[in-house]
């Protein structure tokens, strides 16, 4: 499985970006997909999920939605009223499948 990420760049504080992740190697429907962040200094966290296969997911912020597009093989990290400190790299995730991070950059 491989995974891309994209999508992030300089916002200003109260914006919106929307970032995608692109998977390849499996059907989308087969696999969860989380995404997760690391900022400068801090260890990386999880900021959301989804299972493809039922379509239950977790998104503990409600600034940031989850969701997938199946047939584009795409899970989508909508994010919005963005704040300085969602300033990180976020990457993608399938089990033990990372892809390449994108970085966020929010400005005050």
């Known amino acids: 499985v491989q995974l891309q990420a994209s999508g992030g760049g300089l916002v200003q504080a109260g914006e919106s970006v929307k970032l995608s992740c692109v998977v390849s190697?499996?059907?989308?429907?087969?696999?969860?997909i989380g995404w997760f962040r690391q900022a400068p200094g801090k260890d990386r966290e999880r900021v959301s999920c989804i299972k493809n296969n039922d379509g239950d997911s977790h998104q503990p912020d409600s600034r940031f939605t989850i969701s997938s597009d199946n047939a584009k093989n795409t899970v989508y990290l909508q994010m919005n009223s963005l704040k300085p400190e969602d300033t990180a790299v976020y990457c993608c995730?399938?089990?033990?499948?990372w892809g390449q991070g994108t970085l966020v950059t929010v400005s005050s």
């Open positions: 995730r399938s089990g033990e499948f």
């Open positions: 190697g499996s059907p989308l429907a087969d696999l969860a």
